[in-house]
């Protein structure tokens, strides 16, 4: 059983909506990061943090809005989405970012649909 | 930019089998390659991680191997189950100041009672 969780697992929203999505940790790890799967397309990652400060942000729009408030929670803030970032939003950590054994844990991911 | 590819995109076999997935990798500076599997509607699960000074990974019924001068990396499964089929993903993290990691699009997997 993982030990990242994920809410909500399902969600819809129109274009003008404002969400949030939740992830949240129990494996004392210092990293987390936000991961993005469409259809036919291989992961993408969004963005990284580690000791709650964000390391990595792969040119994702900014109506995407991350935030690390602790070392155990992080919260992708969406606004006026369109339909193409309808996709499985994943969530990992990991214990140490520098390491070269560093492996990552994912969560069960939201599928978010914009209509 | 480093980009993963899987091979082949989908396979069918039946119980028992041993079989091969493949992964290649355009660039050779990486710091680690994973193999991890994903279930339907599901996150994904860590099977092996083989570190770039190492050769191969085993887990039970699973083995990894990372040729990394040549880019590539396969995953042995033997004597498959019906409890394999689900999508393999291959994830490479590379040795530069982007440390997270890069994906394959997988390659899913049925194997057949």
């Known amino acids: 059983e993982t030990g990242v969780t994920q809410t909500p697992r399902h969600l819809v929203m129109g274009m003008t909506n404002k969400k949030s999505l939740k992830c949240e940790q129990h494996l004392g790890h210092n990293a987390m990061y936000w991961y993005k799967q469409s259809a036919k397309k291989p992961l993408e990652l969004m963005f990284v943090?580690?000791?709650?400060?964000?390391?990595e942000n792969n040119s994702v729009p900014s109506r995407f809005s991350p935030e690390c408030p602790n070392s155990s929670h992080l919260f992708l803030h969406l606004h006026t989405l369109q339909p193409e970032d309808s996709a499985l939003y994943l969530c990992?950590?990991?214990?140490?970012?520098?390491?070269?054994?560093?492996?990552?844990?994912f969560g069960p991911g939201t599928r978010l649909t914009v209509l | 930019k480093q980009e993963v590819t899987q091979i082949p995109a989908a396979l069918s076999v039946p119980e028992g089998e041993n079989l091969v997935l493949n992964c290649s990798f355009t660039d050779s500076a990486i710091y680690n390659l994973q193999w991890f599997r994903q279930d339907p509607g599901k996150g994904l699960t860590s099977l092996l991680l083989?570190?770039?000074?190492?050769r191969e990974q085993t887990s039970g019924r699973l083995n990894a191997s990372l040729d990394k001068s040549s880019g590539r990396s396969t995953l042995y499964i033997a004597a498959s189950q019906p409890g394999d089929s689900a999508t393999y993903l291959c994830a490479v993290r590379v040795d530069t100041g982007r440390r997270a990691l890069t994906f394959g699009s997988g390659t899913r997997l049925q194997v057949q009672p």
């Open positions: 083989i570190q770039s000074s190492q």
């Open positions: 943090y580690s000791l709650e400060e964000r390391v």
């Open positions: 990992a950590s990991s214990q140490d970012l520098g390491s070269i054994t560093d492996t990552q844990y």
